[in-house]
């Protein structure tokens, strides 16, 4: 069976001992034999209200595999984390490779910024052509008015 679950740890505990306590917490699991699918760390956000007077949390999402028991070794232990504001464990139905919506909506950015090179790149290539081909089209321009004096001349001569 897989489980989901989200804990949100204390805004002055720092990035690096929140992953510190996140290996723990998986060292835990893998104790008594569950295994972990899927870690996230949502990084520092908002909270919806504020808890203990704190109005921002690291926020956690460690995906589980395995028995109930592996599940209340993990639970048990948060509960005696000090550091761990709350948590939420829920029953998966199904379990998706997909990123979170949280690390999805991260990424679009990212994504986004890239494509938005690709264009931007693409479009200054696009003026680079149109520019050499006017530069081009001048050139020709010049070369024929200069041969028609040329010629002209000749004629006159």
């Known amino acids: 069976m897989y489980y989901e679950t ?8 720092s990035q690096e ?12 699991v893998e104790k ?3 295994r972990i699918v899927k870690r996230e760390y949502w990084g520092s956000r908002p909270l919806a209200y504020s808890i203990a007077k ?3 949390g690291h926020y956690v999402l460690l995906v589980t595999d395995g028995e109930p028991a592996a599940i209340q070794a993990l639970e048990a232990a948060i509960r005696l984390e000090e550091r761990i504001m709350r948590f939420l464990t829920t029953r998966l139905t199904e379990l998706s490779d997909a990123p979170s919506p949280l690390m999805r909506r991260k990424s679009a950015p990212a994504e986004e910024a890239a494509s938005t090179d690709e264009a931007a790149a693409e479009e200054k290539t696009e003026k680079t052509k149109a520019e050499t081909k006017t530069e081009e089209s001048v050139e020709a321009k010049v070369e024929e008015k200069t041969e028609a004096a040329a010629s002209s001349e000749e004629a006159s001569a």
Not at 17 to 28: I, P, Y
Request: overall charge neutral; cysteine-free; proline content about 4%.
């Open 54 to 56: 704190r109005k921002r």
């Open 32 to 34: 008594a034999a569950g």
């Open 17 to 28: 001992n929140t992953e510190e306590l996140t290996n723990a917490l998986v060292e835990r």
């Open 6 to 13: 989200i804990f949100i740890v204390n805004p002055d505990v």
